[in-house]
C-alpha cells in the first residue's frame, strides 16, 4: 500500500491551521486518512509530496514532540524545514510579529509557530501571506489532537460515538481534543476539578457539533464518573510551562485525577491511556500505567509525525 495517488482536501491547500474549529469535518477525516496511510507505509518511504518545498518552525518555546516530529515528516516527504528560536530572529531583538511575517513569507511555503498568546499566532498569520500551523499556544493544540484521533481511530476503528475520557487541567490540549472530538462525533468527557474547566463557550460548541455526528461533550467533576464506559482515558501535566509558582497548590488539587490501574479498570475493559507528554509518573498518571500494557501514549507520539506531515501534505500539494 502506498500513500499516491494523492488528492488534498479542496478546502485544506493553502489554509493556515490554528485551530480545527476553522476547518470541515471531512478535511480533518481525510487529513487523518492519509496519517493512516502514512503510517502504514513508514518502512517503505514515503512520496516526495513536500519536495522543493520549505517550511520554518519557529519556537518561542521548548519543545521535544513538536519540533521533531515536524522536521522528521518534513524531510521524510522530500521537503526542507528550518527550527528557529527568538533569539534566532530579530524577534527577539524586538522586530515585529507582522515585519517578521512578511519576510518569511516570501521565504518560505508555510510557517509553524509555537507561542504563548493566542494572538501572537494569529498576527503572524495575517501577515505571512502562507499557510501558519499552530504548534502550541496557551489556548489550543491542534496538532497534538489530530495525533490523538489518529492513535484512537488506530485502536478501534471508528470514532463516531467513541467514549473517551480527559482528567485533569482543562487546558489547551482538553481544549482541542473536545474540538477534533466534535468534528469527528467522539463522546469527549472532561473532568476537571472547581475552577479548572476548560471555556464553557467551546463545551457548549463542541457538544453541538458533536451531537450532529452521534457524540457529545460534557464537564464533570468526578473522576469516577467521568471514566464509567470510557475507552480511553488522557491526561496531561499538572504543572504547565508558567505554573511553577502553583505546584504544590496543583498537585494537591489534581491527585483525585491521577491516571492509575484502579480508575483504568473502573473504565471499559479495553480502554487505553494517553498523554501528551511530557509525563511525570507518579503525579498525573502513575509509571505502570505509562508504560503498561495499556499504554497508547509511545503510539500517540510517534503519530505526531504521521499526522503533521499528513497536514502539510494537505497544505502544501505540489504546484499544478
Not at 502550541?136 to 493544540?141: A, C, S, V
Not at 476503528?157 to 474540538?179: E, K, Q, R, W
Not at 483525585?256 to 484502579?262: E, G, H, L, M, V
Request: glycine share 8%; hydrophobic share 45%.
Amino acid at each position: 500500500m502506498t500513500p499516491a495517488p494523492f488528492t488534498p482536501h479542496p478546502a485544506m491547500p493553502g489554509r493556515s491551521l490554528l485551530t480545527m474549529r476553522n476547518h470541515p469535518p471531512d478535511a480533518i477525516r481525510a487529513v487523518l486518512e492519509l496519517a493512516m496511510r502514512l503510517r502504514a507505509t513508514r518502512d517503505a518511504g514515503w512520496p516526495p509530496m513536500l519536495a522543493g518545498r520549505v517550511v520554518a518552525l519557529i519556537f518561542e518555546r521548548p519543545s521535544t514532540r513538536t519540533r521533531v516530529s515536524f522536521a522528521s515528516g518534513i524531510a521524510r516527504l522530500g521537503g526542507t524545514s528550518m527550527v528557529l528560536s527568538s533569539s534566532d530572529l530579530q524577534l527577539g531583538r524586538g522586530e515585529t510579529v507582522e515585519d517578521t511575517a512578511k519576510v518569511l513569507g516570501r521565504m518560505v511555503d508555510a510557517v509553524v509557530l509555537r507561542t504563548g498568546p493566542h494572538a501572537t499566532l494569529e498576527e503572524l498569520d495575517r501577515h505571512a501571506g502562507v499557510p501558519v500551523v499552530n504548534g502550541l499556544t496557551y489556548e489550543h493544540h491542534p496538532c497534538q489532537a489530530l495525533a490523538d484521533a489518529q492513535t484512537l481511530l488506530e485502536r478501534f476503528g471508528d470514532l463516531a460515538g467513541l467514549p473517551v475520557t480527559y482528567l485533569g487541567d482543562g487546558n489547551n490540549v482538553c481544549v482541542s481534543l473536545m474540538i477534533v472530538g466534535a468534528l469527528t462525533g467522539m463522546r469527549v468527557t472532561a473532568a476537571c476539578p472547581p475552577g479548572f474547566a476548560p471555556d464553557p463557550e467551546t463545551v457548549a460548541w463542541a457538544d453541538a457539533v458533536a451531537r450532529e455526528r452521534g457524540g457529545a461533550a460534557r464537564v464533570v467533576e468526578d473522576p469516577r464518573e467521568a471514566v464509567a464506559g470510557a475507552r480511553a482515558l488522557y491526561t496531561d501535566t499538572w504543572v504547565s510551562m508558567g505554573d511553577e509558582g502553583s505546584e504544590g497548590e496543583r498537585r494537591a488539587v489534581f491527585a483525585p485525577y491521577r491516571i492509575d490501574d484502579a480508575l483504568m479498570d473502573a473504565a471499559a475493559p479495553d480502554a487505553v491511556a494517553l498523554h501528551c507528554l511530557p509525563a511525570h509518573a507518579g503525579d498525573e498518571i502513575t509509571y505502570e500505567v505509562l508504560h503498561g500494557p495499556r499504554s497508547a501514549v509511545w503510539d500517540q507520539a510517534e503519530n505526531r509525525m504521521h499526522a503533521q506531515a499528513a497536514l502539510l501534505a494537505h497544505i502544501l500539494p505540489p504546484p499544478r
